[in-house]
């Protein structure tokens, strides 16, 4: 009767920074730890990126941590946001005391749409020449989204959210997106603005602290909170949430840094970040602060790994995290 | 036998910066302007906010300036690419000495294929709950866009471009796109960086000097050149070209500014810049090259508008480029 986590690794980095969040989980909580292959490595064993034996242990898991994969990172994430009925995906960019970032002012969350839009996937070749792909938008998964927006501002302490859109050149499309995220706040007393994808590029960029939660379709939601990233530092701080509900994955937005890769030089902070997340889910929250409160510690006068321009190991960081656990 | 420029002021502040883009260019050539109007203004007259007439004489002109359109603008600009026959919008985004930037060493040119991507626009509302917009991709768009890439590079003195896609996930449409730019590139010995559009996000902000010519998609143009703005310090001072195979508009990147509109303070440095690249267009290439150099000379140590921290007027800058030109 311990909450079931899969906890997949996968490459490069992933395998470092993972059990160094397990290693957090378990000194805060009592969970089962059940591990699970996907990523560049099993395909070259397997043939198979997503084994099916990993994909039914997520499904049926009440949550899974994730590290990263190489070359079938899009054959991994895809599938396995599904296998948790992920409809929303969470992505916290913000910078930290003492981490070099190009806004240190920046303190966002993304709540991206999770399961549509350009994802949906269908895509056609017509002739030599031509190929097309179907855009899907449906005001059930953009009143869903929304739904789950109004928690989380409410959650957060926020007035309301910026709906991001570009539905002038796709009206029928982000059209629907918007008006169904915006009604659904506008009856739950939330207040929102909307602002268009390409204006939201430069006004995030010029000054960040004009956003607070940011609601974006699911393209947008990837490339924008990628863009949030790079004003923080980087994606080495970073966690994401892919939300269903009742079953979630938690990953660093990293990727598997093949050039640092196996030398245990590697920083967890994202990883650790992505388990606080877990803890919130599974409604941990104190511990979940607990991890935040100690990484933030850390970053601020603690070991730093070599990307921070430190020269700690990963798993001097870890301990620190652990050390500094209130 | 005078160059036909049809001129295009629209709403807000296009009416105080083309007037002045139009005096540089009287002050370096001999030009025939023609007036037409398109914009809210004239949607709020004639119910139309593109008259045929305008789009007409556009399509006639050598080549056309226009400043900014306001609710209308997507009604008035995708159409007057068509009318030219756009199949490239080249968009530079370069910081300036003396003007406060995010990433002041930022210095890129967007090329960003102007016809087709999500901009063809066919859009289904396939029931209560659901719509589509197929997105369109073809080899032909592509390859006659990374033809004029690789003429581009090498004018720029370049040594070749990166290609900004999400073939990972649309892997038909946007890997058609990759594929054929990198055919053409290749067979022109042009070299070519492949980056996913998420990555240049965050890769962008963190350090704008590992890029320089940028092929994009269409949608990905739009919204990675208006994070450039952002690390360039805003839209004010960017111009761009719609390039056709024989007829090319131009305007600044920024809007109306209804804020300032009607007081005579607008930066028309943005209006200028893209008038030197209508000069470029034409073949005018000294010229061009003078009135960048004036531009940057007033930039540096000029009579400055307000949104640079100044208080001089549109007019006061306009004579300073004037007086600068070599
Ligand atoms: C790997 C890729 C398919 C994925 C996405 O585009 O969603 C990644 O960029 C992400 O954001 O998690
Ligand atoms: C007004 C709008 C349709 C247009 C676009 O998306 O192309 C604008 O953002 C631009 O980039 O010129």
Redesign the pocket.
Known sequence: NHEEIVVIEGDGIGREVVPAAVEVLDAVGDFEFVAADAGDAVKAETGEALPQATYDAVADADATLFGAAGET??DV??PLRTAVGSFV?VRPARAYPGVEAVQPETDLVFLRENTEGV?AGHEDRLSEDLSTLTRVVTTSAAERLAAFACEFVADRGSDGFQVVHKANVMRETDGRFRDAVVDVADANGVDTEEVLMDAFATRVCLDPTQFDVVVCP??AG?VL??LAAGLVGGLGLLP?ANIGPDNALF?P?HGTAPDIAGEGVANPSAAILSAAMLLDHLGYGAAADAVRDAVESVLSSGPRTPDLGGDARTDAVTDAVIDRLA
Chains 1, 2 share one sequence.
Do not use: P, R
Request: no cysteine.
């Open positions: 990172a899009a994430i895809l995906n994802y699911n393209l990837d909170s990628d994401s990953e937005v």
